[in-house]
């Protein structure tokens, strides 16, 4: 019985004893209850073992009374086996089996009713237990199969669960299913204490392979011509506050740069891509200076100045040409007039005064007066400085073969100080005077009256010195 009841306990014995079996344990009660065996006696009654029953015994002595009876035990142990479909038999390890009719045991009619009703409650409550904590164990689990399916891969999951469990779910495909984004919370993230970030600092290199790009360049600068360059907005942009102003302000797609040939804005959009002016023939550098001081590209107007000044110092001093001194000259002029900055005349005229040809560079300068601009002789007048000599004696030659007093050279005259020139070579007064004289008498009235007046002028700064 004790055996029947650990089997009940641990789930073996799933079923009560059936009617049957009750009345065979009632019938077999007036058997005799004990037997002899050869090495040792023992009497079993269902009183006994009605308590050891685990419910009657505490969880501390079960365990005690275990030990004892395994220390007990002999190799002609009883063990009791209860029948699940009739009735409950006594087997022993020394004899084989016997009959049922008489192989039970001596068991009291009453007692045993009553413990049948016991272990028939008992197992049942058991049985609810166990499917209970079998139903909370069981946990549903997922089989991924995969399976193609047009574009794209769609996984679906095969829950193993019953049909009332709350996981038990249809799986729909999700081929078709539109992919949302988080709803909208109305809250804003932002991060503290980030560093500032620096400015874009020309010059930088951006890659000339950009330039040509036509999906990155969306400006066109259009040339004399009718020629069309095209450039990146932004980098535009980071170069020359005009162009920001163009781009992002008016908005503008087309930039007319008629003034300028093609190929001096195709340098100039080299530079400001690659952040290095690259080499600039003489015949462009004017446009390409002129361009980066109208669109105001400060770091390109640095380098061209530089330019300027290496070219200057490139030339030799001991074997000089007239064409290498003329074009510093003109540029210096040009940037003068035009930009009206100086650091560039400053650079043509000390050139100039180290050589050793300054008087012919004037004198030849002066072979095309009639060509000259104002802003021009001003630069030959700060030239000469003091010697004015240097001014004169080109004026005399060619008044020798004049036949009217040009208007450069009143402006050369009333601009130079012949005072100072007089009182050092008057004999060269005298002669440019007396040209001045016979050619105003041979071309008007207002040539010779202006060469009197510049006369009495000449006189009174004389005398006052």
Known sequence: YQRRVREVKVGV????????????L???????ASLSYSNATSTASLEDVTDLHPKNIPKKATKNKRKENNMNKTPTEVKLKVDNASSSTLVSDAKPQQSEQSATPDLHKPEANLNDISVQEMAKQENEQNEKVKKKKKKPRAKKNITDGGDSNVIACQLDVSDDHPLQRDVTDTKNEEIKGPEPIGKILSLDGQNEPSSALVPINFGLELLESST????????AGGAIVRANSVILSLNSSVFHRITTKLELEEVEMTEFSEQPIKIFLEAIYTGKLPDVPSECFRDVNKISHAFKVKWMEARCFEMFYAFSESIDSRCLDYADLLYIFEEAAFVLSKLNKREFLMVALDKIKSSLYRTDFIDQYLQQLDHREQHQLEMIIELAEVNVEMIVWPLIKQLETATSISKNTKFLLEKSDLS????????????LFEELGRVGEMSSSNDLRWAFELLNKTKRNDSST
Request: charged letters at 20%; a neutral charge.
């Open 420 to 431: 100072l020139f007089w009182i050092s070579h008057p004999k060269t007064i005298d002669r």
């Open 13 to 24: 014995v799933k079923t009560p004893p059936t009617q049957g079996s009750r009345q065979a």
């Open 216 to 223: 990155h360049n969306n400006v066109q600068l259009i040339a």
């Open 26 to 32: 009632e019938s077999d009660t007036t058997a005799d």
